[in-house]
């Protein structure tokens, strides 16, 4: 998985509870990325980083924050989780900007009760 | 919504058949398109991508085709086999330096033996 770790890998929570997922790469990527997948939706992307401090938002980024403090580590949090974001979410990484090639992490399985 | 639309959402295919996804976008922005291929458990991988500036790409038994004006593009796999048996997505994109992809929902595709 290009160097890329997700932590943790499954995570079932109860709703209104915060939660934090942690995507570490050793690549020393630039840009690094959260999708959300879910059944009829595809990926979609929630938040992005193309610099440590520097995020933007995707197209779902309701009810979730990032931050990026090093190079290296990207840090997705729900603040209160809801059922509605029970999914399966992937870290992405890549090398530059547009065209090049984004690497995905294995994924965090979260169940929200 | 969904600015690629992707079809079939599953596909079942012989062995040594030809299986075909279909997708279409509307953003007349994107100008990259990317293929990947995502096997259970897995995140998404690069398989296949193109520029709009040519018609069609192959790398081995994948080709892309692409149509312009139509704005579709499709994903062939030629000689099908069992461990082609994955889920694939097609993405767009365009050029904003932080390489945001759009996904469409995705096909199940089984190769039978």
Redesign the interface.
């Known amino acids: 998985?290009a160097g890329?770790t997700q932590s943790p890998r499954h995570k079932v929570t109860e709703t209104g509870t915060p939660v934090t997922l942690r995507c570490h790469q050793t690549e020393n990527h630039r840009?690094m990325?959260w999708y959300r997948q879910d059944p009829?939706?595809?990926?979609?992307?929630i938040h992005?980083s193309?610099g440590v401090k520097d995020t933007?938002k995707?197209?779902v980024s309701d009810g979730y924050s990032v931050s990026r403090s090093k190079t290296e580590d990207f840090l997705l949090t729900l603040e209160s989780a809801t059922s509605s974001q029970t999914s399966v979410y992937?870290c992405?990484i890549?090398f530059?900007?547009?065209?090049?090639?984004?690497?995905?992490?294995?994924?965090t399985r979260l169940t929200v009760l | 919504q969904q600015q690629v639309k992707q079809s079939p959402q599953s596909l079942i295919v012989q062995k040594g058949g030809i299986s075909i996804i279909n997708c279409a976008y509307e953003n007349t922005a994107f100008d990259y398109f990317p293929w990947y291929q995502q096997f259970p458990g897995k995140g998404p991988a690069l398989l296949i991508a193109i520029r709009p500036d040519v018609s069609e790409k192959k790398e081995g038994r994948f080709t892309i085709s692409f149509n312009k004006s139509a704005k579709q593009f499709s994903l062939h796999i030629m000689d099908s086999q069992p461990g082609d048996s994955a889920t694939y997505f097609c993405a767009a994109t365009y050029q904003t330096g932080a390489n945001n992809l759009f996904f469409g929902t995705g096909t199940r595709l089984t190769v039978i033996p």
């Open positions: 998985d890329i840009y990325y009829g939706h595809g990926l979609r992307l992005y193309y933007d995707g197209e992937f992405a890549s530059s900007g547009t065209y090049n090639e984004q690497f995905f992490g294995p994924g």
